[in-house]
Each structure stands twice: as structure tokens, then as C-alpha cells.
């Protein structure tokens, strides 16, 4: 069992920046492929970026592509996201996510991911 926690959320403007962090415990996490979701009011949940658990593999959605930096410090259990540029339409719930230990590949849906963080608001106002 891995347990998430997220924290970092809040409000800004748009333009601004924000960073969200997930402390990780339990299994193994730093052995764990990482990632971030999101969901707007009324709208599906949707995949934001991935991490395998070395590092040297990230991949985001393209609508974050150039704004958003996914990373982690595996000596500390955390995985960061940090989000620039920030637009309304990604005000969101972030969810920190997590495969299963030492699970190949860093999939972008849902189904790919077994662990779940209770999520941390992100508003971005104009």
C-alpha cells in the first residue's frame, strides 16, 4: 500500500505560478511511477503528467506541455508539480497518483494508476 498526500494548492492569478507537492509512505513509493490528474467542475477527470520512479521519463499532456514541470525527490517521498503560465481552465482538484511498485511504463489514463492522493484545489482566477 502507498499513501498520498497532496498540499501546495491554493489561488492565483492568471499568469502566475503555483506548485503542488505529494508526500508519498507506505511500499516502496520510490520505486512507483508517479503522475498527476485533474477535474474541473463538470468535467471528467483527466490525465496531467507522469514520472517514472528514476526520473528520466516524463510525459504531459499537451495542454500543459511548456507551462508544467513534473518531478520528484525520491530521498524525500515527494513528488512536485510545478505549474507557470497559469490559465483558468486549469483550475482544477489535483490528484496525486501512483502505480504499483516497480510497474513498467507511465501510462496516461486512469486505470494505469493504483493509488490516489485526496486531491489539493488549484484555482487560477482572470
Known amino acids: 500500500q502507498v499513501q498520498l498526500v497532496e498540499s501546495g494548492g491554493g489561488s492565483v492569478q492568471v499568469g502566475g505560478s503555483l506548485s503542488v507537492s505529494c508526500a508519498a509512505s507506505?511500499?516502496?513509493?520510490?520505486?512507483?511511477?508517479m503522475g498527476w490528474f485533474r477535474q474541473a467542475p463538470g468535467k471528467e477527470r483527466e490525465f496531467v503528467a507522469a514520472?517514472?520512479?528514476?526520473?528520466?521519463?516524463?510525459t504531459y499532456t499537451d495542454s500543459v506541455k511548456g507551462r508544467f514541470t513534473i518531478s520528484r525527490d525520491n530521498t524525500k517521498n515527494t513528488l512536485y508539480l510545478q505549474m507557470n503560465s497559469l490559465k483558468p481552465e486549469d483550475t482544477a482538484v489535483y490528484y496525486c497518483?501512483?502505480?504499483?511498485?516497480?510497474?513498467?511504463?507511465?501510462?496516461?489514463?486512469?486505470?494505469?494508476?493504483?493509488?490516489w492522493g485526496q486531491g489539493t484545489q488549484v484555482t487560477v482566477s482572470s
Open positions: 514520472i517514472n520512479w528514476m526520473g528520466g521519463v516524463t
Open positions: 507506505g511500499r516502496t513509493p520510490n520505486r512507483s511511477t
Open positions: 497518483v501512483a502505480r504499483t511498485a516497480y510497474s513498467t511504463g507511465v501510462p496516461t489514463t486512469s486505470t494505469g494508476y493504483a493509488y
